[in-house]
């Protein structure tokens, strides 16, 4: 359906049945009929150059060393997520009253930690005439539900300092707006083959990055992964020559041998559950990492 805005006056496509209408020119958002008039954004301060370099300096684990310099940028996109505004207050509790904000989309087009911290400081009105490049995103949450899952730090904080001091409390948080928050997705090229990454734009933190495992980094990934393999192993081998069965069997050759395999075997398998994450760098070519976890292998 056609929309147009009531803000820039722009017309645009609106997919049907949306709860919310956001304006892909000024960011303007419609909830059946109403306008959003405090609607903020976080300007990027960085551009396509530099997010990518925030990229490229990262140097997860077993990298190429010349990743920095042999990739190339593909494509940039600059993307912005609706976020919802909170004046947070828990009556009688001033001190403890800020601003938060809560991601209003259920899934993000691309990666973001799903207890990803948005600041609610350094925002700035929304103008049609910024980021008219990028593109928008539109809410998917109502207010209420975001704020349900994003408000129980605050609630917690809340409570346990209104314990210290005897005194019952009160959720007064407002809904005060949108803000929308920027984030680089970019696209890189290296060896022939295509990566992913994405970098807040405001903060210049990488979130999310795909990247090639190196030679290097398979063969070191082996060499360590063998060392914790033998090192367990020679520990459990230790520890059984030194348990009360071997100091029984000392005049029992077969069975001092049987207590030293065992010890050996057991020590060797817990060695190699251990090193599973580093011998899966060996034989893969591509890793994930995200700013929230452990690095992964795909």
């Given at each position: 359906m056609k929309v147009r805005c009531p803000y820039c006056g722009a017309e645009y496509e609106a997919p049907e049945?949306?709860?919310?209408?956001?304006?892909?020119?000024?960011?303007?958002?419609?909830?059946?009929?109403?306008?959003?008039?405090?609607?903020?954004?976080?300007?990027?301060?960085?551009?396509?150059?530099?997010?990518?370099?925030?990229?490229?300096?990262?140097?997860?684990?077993?990298?190429?060393?010349?990743?920095?310099?042999?990739?190339?940028?593909?494509?940039?996109?600059?993307?912005?997520?609706?976020?919802?505004?909170?004046?947070?207050?828990?009556?009688?509790?001033?001190e403890l009253a800020t601003y938060a904000t809560a991601l209003a989309v259920e899934k993000p087009p691309f990666y973001v930690p799903r207890d990803y911290r948005f600041p609610a400081r350094w925002r700035i009105p929304f103008k049609p005439s910024l980021e008219r490049t990028a593109v928008f995103h539109q809410p998917q949450l109502d207010p209420e539900t975001a704020w349900a899952a994003a408000s129980k730090p605050y609630e917690k904080e809340a409570r346990s300092y209104a314990a210290a001091f005897k005194k019952p409390i009160s959720d007064k948080t407002t809904f005060e707006g949108i803000v929308y928050y920027p984030f680089w997705r970019l696209r890189y090229a290296y060896g022939g083959k295509e990566y992913e990454a994405v970098v807040d734009a405001a903060e210049g933190d990488v979130v999310y990055m795909e990247y090639p495992v190196s030679r290097t980094g398979r063969g070191t990934s082996a060499a360590i992964a063998l060392s914790i393999v033998l090192g367990a192993a020679l520990l459990g081998l230790f520890g059984?020559?030194?348990?009360?069965?071997?100091?029984?069997?000392?005049?029992?050759?077969?069975?001092?041998?049987?207590?030293?395999l065992a010890g050996l075997a057991g020590g060797g398998v817990a060695g190699l559950i251990s090193a599973s994450k580093l011998l899966a760098f060996t034989v893969e070519r591509k890793a994930i990492y995200r700013s929230d976890r452990d690095v992964e292998l795909v």
């Open positions: 049945g949306a709860q919310y209408l956001v304006c892909p020119y000024c960011g303007t958002v419609l909830r059946q009929g109403q306008v959003y008039e405090k609607v903020y954004v976080f300007k990027a301060s960085l551009d396509k150059t530099d997010a990518f370099k925030r990229a490229l300096s990262l140097r997860p684990w077993a990298s190429p060393e010349d990743l920095a310099s042999s990739a190339s940028l593909t494509s940039a996109e600059l993307h912005f997520l609706p976020l919802y505004l909170y004046y947070v207050y828990f009556e009688p509790l001033k059984a020559a030194v348990s009360p069965a071997a100091f029984v069997a000392v005049h029992n050759q077969r069975l001092l041998e049987t207590v030293a």
